[in-house]
């Protein structure tokens, strides 16, 4: 079974704080997303990688950055958290065209 | 902007009914479309990609493609109280394996 594990699963960070989701799959897959799920807009792109040492821009991607260390590891930085970032945050992996994988989510609240 | 499209918002259908989901894309660049569902709590599960032209059957869940139009529906017969969920489209760009979600339909069956 593919496996995508997002940490932590609940944060609650202060208004300009910094917070770091981590997500790990072992899918063997290229492609990794972090998405973003608020009621009313379904899921949004924040970043996506297709390798270690790649990043690509999704369609939210203002006050957020990712990383992709290795193949397995991907993470979303918030250097300055602001309570619109308040949401829940998944994490995916896949290949181009193939059925994608998504972690439990994490719960991002910023007060 | 949104590049796919989902309605209805919501749809309640009784047990037993048939349920109809619809997605248009508009960008020709989307080459595999995708269906997943989503119960409260967990993250999103792929039901059935489709790729072709036509109609594609798995059980009750049907999906159809037309490509001409990049119009995309899911047929749900025989509707289960468990298929009440949030069901995504998503659509890959095979130019930049970015894969987008529509904002979702939510599904109740009534028993």
């Known amino acids: 079974e593919a496996a995508v594990t997002q940490s932590p699963r609940n944060k609650v960070t202060v208004t300009g704080g910094n917070v770091t989701l981590s997500c790990r799959q072992t899918?063997?897959?290229?492609?990794m997303y972090w998405y973003r799920q608020d009621t009313g807009h379904g899921l949004r792109l924040i970043h996506y990688?297709?390798?270690?040492?790649?990043?690509q821009i999704g369609d939210v991607p203002d006050g957020y950055k990712a990383t992709r260390t290795t193949q397995e590891d991907f993470f979303l930085l918030l250097e300055l958290a602001s309570p619109s970032q308040t949401s829940l945050y998944f994490c995916?992996?896949?290949?181009?065209?193939?059925?994608?994988?998504f972690g439990k989510g994490t719960r991002l609240t910023v007060v | 902007q949104q590049k796919v499209q989902q309605s209805p918002e919501s749809l309640s259908v009784p047990e037993g009914g048939m349920a109809s989901l619809n997605c248009t894309s508009s960008?020709?660049?989307?080459?595999y479309f995708w269906w997943y569902r989503q119960h409260s709590g967990e993250g999103p599960k792929a039901l059935m990609?489709?790729?072709?032209?036509g109609d594609k059957k798995e059980g009750r869940f049907t999906a159809h493609l037309n490509k001409a139009s990049l119009h995309v529906s899911l047929h749900i017969r025989d509707s289960q109280p468990s298929d009440s969920a949030l069901y995504f489209c998503?659509?890959?760009?095979?130019?930049?394996?970015?894969?987008?979600f529509g904002d979702g339909t939510v599904l109740t069956v009534k028993p």
């Open positions: 960008d020709r660049n989307f080459q």
């Open positions: 998503a659509a890959t760009n095979t130019n930049t394996g970015k894969l987008t």
């Open positions: 990688s297709y390798g270690a040492g790649n990043l």
């Open positions: 995916a992996s896949s290949e181009v065209g193939t059925e994608v994988f």
């Open positions: 899918n063997s897959h290229n492609y």
């Open positions: 990609s489709i790729f072709s032209d």
